[in-house]
């Protein structure tokens, strides 16, 4: 059995800009095929449009709001709402509430820096979104 807390991992910031804690990964567990992280986003902030090379990824998000931008769609999203990123898919998200924007990340294969990959250009997307505030 393996069990953790997120007390007990030091979290780190990722490529696109969030803080995550990695809860299960390879490089800290026995798990070979998927990792499970915390992202964390502060209010007003956003993380940086990227794409995952291999990894699709599901966000779960467990508290605060804000808006998912994958590809050409957004969507407003909360507390319980489930998103599928497919692999491929650029995409980021913008904190739009008043608190922390917490996200459960899933990851199959596991999340890595060199499978990451920063779009260029300066997120028209999120231009728009603050446009809309």
């Known amino acids: 059995m393996i069990l953790r807390n997120?007390?007990?991992?030091?979290p780190f910031i990722?490529?696109?800009?969030?803080?995550?804690?990695?809860?299960l990964h390879p490089k800290n567990s026995r798990v070979h095929k998927l990792s499970i992280a915390e992202a964390?986003?502060?209010?007003?902030?956003?993380?940086?449009?990227?794409?995952?090379?291999?990894?699709?990824?599901?966000?779960y998000i467990l508290s605060g709001e804000g808006e998912m931008y994958?590809?050409?769609?957004?969507?407003?999203?909360k507390a319980g709402d489930v998103v599928l990123i497919p692999a491929g898919a650029r995409h980021y998200v913008?904190?739009?509430?008043?608190?922390?924007?917490i996200i459960l990340c899933a990851c199959s294969p596991p999340y890595s820096h060199e499978d990451t990959v920063l779009t260029e250009g300066d997120q028209p997307y999120l231009r728009g979104s603050q446009e809309d505030s």
């Open 40 to 59: 964390r986003v502060r209010p007003g902030g956003a993380t940086k449009e990227h794409f995952h090379r291999t990894s699709e990824e599901v966000y």
């Open 6 to 10: 997120r007390r007990m991992i030091e």
């Open 70 to 77: 994958i590809d050409e769609e957004k969507a407003r999203i």
């Open 14 to 23: 990722t490529k696109d800009g969030s803080e995550v804690r990695e809860l």
């Open 94 to 101: 913008v904190n739009k509430g008043e608190e922390e924007l």
